[in-house]
């Protein structure tokens, strides 16, 4: 069974910083997505960011990218030039396969970005 | 918006009793799962259905079930509610898309058993 591991409950960041965001899972797979949720105070989950793991270039959008060490089965987000609506519970998850499998969700890390 | 719907946003009910909540896929795609999240047991998926098949079982009490529909809505029944089963159920859906695979997410039911 997958598992994920995010080891830092709580972060906060004054606003403009950079803020970085570890994850690390465990896998016997060999294909598999990683993703990075953010759920802010409305609870709705939002897709930040995916990582192909056949992919070896890290993804980016816009503000956020990822640093995915595959040997390591490290997944961590960073987040540039934060903003206020950064704020937010962050989850990363793992999906096994080529898709339409289920996500395994970490713990979660609690953002809180200070003005 | 993602583009997939639940319905109830909220609901309140009493220990013994049964719900059902509903969630509508985005257009087109072909799963749903859904996803208990409390506060101690954090996000568990429950159940997968694709294409009115079930195709993946989690941690799902054997008081829930699931279906879905020819017109790939789903539900979620929960019966003989107790305490713990209070929580944010969130549908999810997604299709098999070859390399660009992810899943939306409703904006969730929250069920409070008073």
């Known amino acids: 069974a997958q598992t994920v591991t995010q080891s830092q409950p709580e972060m906060s960041v004054q606003e403009a910083e950079t803020v970085t965001l570890s994850c690390t899972y465990d896998t016997s797979e060999n294909n598999y997505y990683l993703f990075w949720y953010k759920q802010p105070p409305s609870r709705q989950m939002i897709l930040v960011i995916r990582?192909?793991?056949?992919?070896?270039q890290n993804a980016t959008e816009n503000r956020f990218s990822v640093n995915f060490q595959k040997a390591a089965k490290s997944f961590s987000l960073k987040i540039s030039d934060s903003q206020l609506g950064d704020t937010a519970m962050y989850f990363c998850a793992f999906m096994r396969g080529f898709g339409n499998e289920k996500l395994t969700f970490g713990t979660g890390t609690r953002l809180t970005i200070i003005p | 918006d993602s583009g997939v719907t639940q319905t109830p946003k909220h609901l309140i009910t009493a220990t013994g009793q049964r719900v059902t909540l509903r969630c509508s896929p985005r257009?087109?795609?072909?799963?749903v799962y859904w996803y208990q999240q409390s506060l101690d047991q954090g996000l568990q998926f429950l159940i997968q259905?694709?294409?009115?098949?079930?195709?993946a079982k989690g941690n799902i009490l054997e008081r829930f079930s699931a279906q879905q529909f020819p017109d790939l809505h789903s539900e979620l029944n929960l019966s003989s509610l107790e305490l713990g089963d209070s929580a944010l159920y969130f549908c999810?859906?997604?299709?098999?898309?070859?390399?660009?695979?992810?899943?939306?997410f409703g904006s969730g039911t929250q069920l409070s058993v008073l």
């Open positions: 257009s087109g795609d072909l799963s």
């Open positions: 259905y694709y294409n009115g098949e079930e195709r």
């Open positions: 990582q192909e793991a056949y992919k070896q």
């Open positions: 999810a859906s997604s299709q098999v898309a070859g390399g660009e695979e992810k899943l939306f």
